[in-house]
C-alpha cells in the first residue's frame, strides 16, 4: 500500500464518513480535498475489508442456515431475475443468528452453487432454499434441505428466507445511492455490504477499520 500524504486528522475523518456511508465526493467536498483522493483512499478501505473478509478463518455456518441468489444491476426492459441480461449473479449463505457470507457467481447452476455450500457450511445443518432447480442437489446431500416455493404458500415461522432475502434489499439499497458502480469495482461494494451486516454496531466499524489501516494506508 503507498502511504497517504493525507494528514491524520483527514484520513480518520474519511474513515469516520466511510463508516457513516458519506460517499466519497460528499466527503471530499467537507473536507476540501481532491475528490480524486477521497475516491482514492475509500477504495482502499473497500480492498481491506475484502481481504480480511477472505483471511478469516471463522467456524462454518451451522444449525439453520438459507441459501439464495440474486442479481444486482440496473434496471432495464426485458427479462428479470434469473438469465437476465447485463446482471451480476451473486450468491448468499445466511446462518440464522449469525453472519452472511456473499460471493459473485457465473451462474447459479447445482454445479457452480453446490461446492460453495459444501465449503460453508457444516453438514447435518438445516439449509433453507427457494424452489430453484441448483438446488436439487442438496435433497441427496449431508445436509437437511428445507424448500419454500414462494408462489404456493406463505412462509410460516421456521421455512422461509427472510433473512437472506432481507439482506439482498439492504446491499441493493446501499448501492442504489451510488448511482451506478463499475462492474470491475463491483466485489468490493458487496464485500463491504457483507462486512456492514455482519458488524452493525458503528463504533465496533470504526474501530476496526482504523486497525486495519494502521501499517496499511497512512
Same mark, same amino acid.
Given at each position: 500500500?503507498?502511504?497517504?500524504?493525507?494528514?491524520?486528522?483527514?484520513?480518520?475523518?474519511?474513515?469516520?464518513?466511510?463508516?457513516?456511508?458519506?460517499?466519497?465526493?460528499?466527503?471530499?467536498?467537507?473536507?476540501?480535498?481532491?475528490?480524486?483522493?477521497?475516491?482514492?483512499?475509500?477504495?482502499?478501505?473497500? !480492498?481491506?475489508?475484502?481481504?480480511?473478509?477472505?483471511?478469516?478463518?471463522?467456524?462454518?455456518?451451522?444449525? !439453520?442456515?438459507?441459501?439464495?441468489?440474486?442479481?444486482?444491476?440496473?434496471?432495464?426492459?426485458?427479462?428479470?431475475?434469473?438469465?437476465?441480461?447485463?446482471?451480476?449473479?451473486?450468491?448468499?449463505?445466511?446462518?440464522?443468528?449469525?453472519?452472511?457470507?456473499?460471493?459473485?457467481?457465473?451462474?447459479?447452476?447445482?454445479?457452480?452453487?453446490?461446492?460453495?455450500?459444501?465449503?460453508?457450511?457444516?453438514?447435518?445443518?438445516?439449509?433453507?432454499?427457494?424452489?430453484?432447480?441448483?438446488?436439487?442437489?442438496?435433497?441427496?446431500?449431508?445436509?437437511?434441505?428445507?424448500?419454500?416455493?414462494?408462489? !404456493?404458500?406463505?412462509?410460516?415461522?421456521?421455512?422461509?428466507?427472510?433473512?437472506?432475502?432481507?439482506?439482498?434489499?439492504?446491499?441493493?439499497?446501499?448501492?442504489?445511492?451510488?448511482?451506478?458502480?463499475?462492474?470491475?469495482?463491483?466485489?468490493?461494494?458487496?464485500?463491504?455490504?457483507?462486512?456492514?451486516?455482519?458488524?452493525? !454496531?458503528?463504533?465496533?466499524?470504526?474501530?476496526?477499520?482504523?486497525?486495519?489501516?494502521?501499517?496499511?494506508?497512512?
Amino acid at each position: 500500500m503507498v502511504k497517504s500524504k493525507l494528514s491524520n486528522f483527514k484520513q480518520n475523518k474519511l474513515i469516520e464518513y466511510f463508516v457513516i456511508g458519506v460517499t466519497a465526493n460528499t466527503a471530499a467536498r467537507v473536507l476540501r480535498i481532491n475528490h480524486k483522493s477521497a475516491v482514492y483512499y475509500f477504495r482502499r478501505i473497500r !480492498e481491506l475489508i475484502a481481504v480480511n473478509l477472505a483471511s478469516s478463518t471463522e467456524e462454518l455456518f451451522s444449525g !439453520e442456515v438459507e441459501v439464495d441468489e440474486s442479481y444486482f444491476g440496473s434496471h432495464r426492459k426485458g427479462k428479470r431475475g434469473r438469465g437476465a441480461a447485463a446482471k451480476t449473479p451473486v450468491f448468499g449463505i445466511l446462518m440464522r443468528g449469525g453472519k452472511v457470507f456473499t460471493q459473485v457467481v457465473m451462474n447459479a447452476k447445482s454445479e457452480t452453487l453446490l461446492p460453495i455450500i459444501n465449503s460453508k457450511v457444516r453438514p447435518d445443518s438445516i439449509v433453507y432454499s427457494d424452489t430453484w432447480n441448483g438446488y436439487n442437489n442438496l435433497d441427496v446431500s449431508d445436509f437437511r434441505h428445507m424448500r419454500i416455493n414462494h408462489s !404456493e404458500q406463505f412462509a410460516d415461522k421456521q421455512n422461509h428466507i427472510n433473512g437472506i432475502e432481507n439482506f439482498w434489499r439492504q446491499a441493493k439499497s446501499q448501492m442504489r445511492k451510488f448511482n451506478g458502480i463499475p462492474k470491475g469495482n463491483f466485489e468490493l461494494f458487496l464485500k463491504e455490504c457483507e462486512w456492514r451486516f455482519n458488524n452493525r !454496531e458503528i463504533h465496533s466499524q470504526f474501530r476496526q477499520i482504523k486497525r486495519w489501516v494502521k501499517g496499511h494506508l497512512k
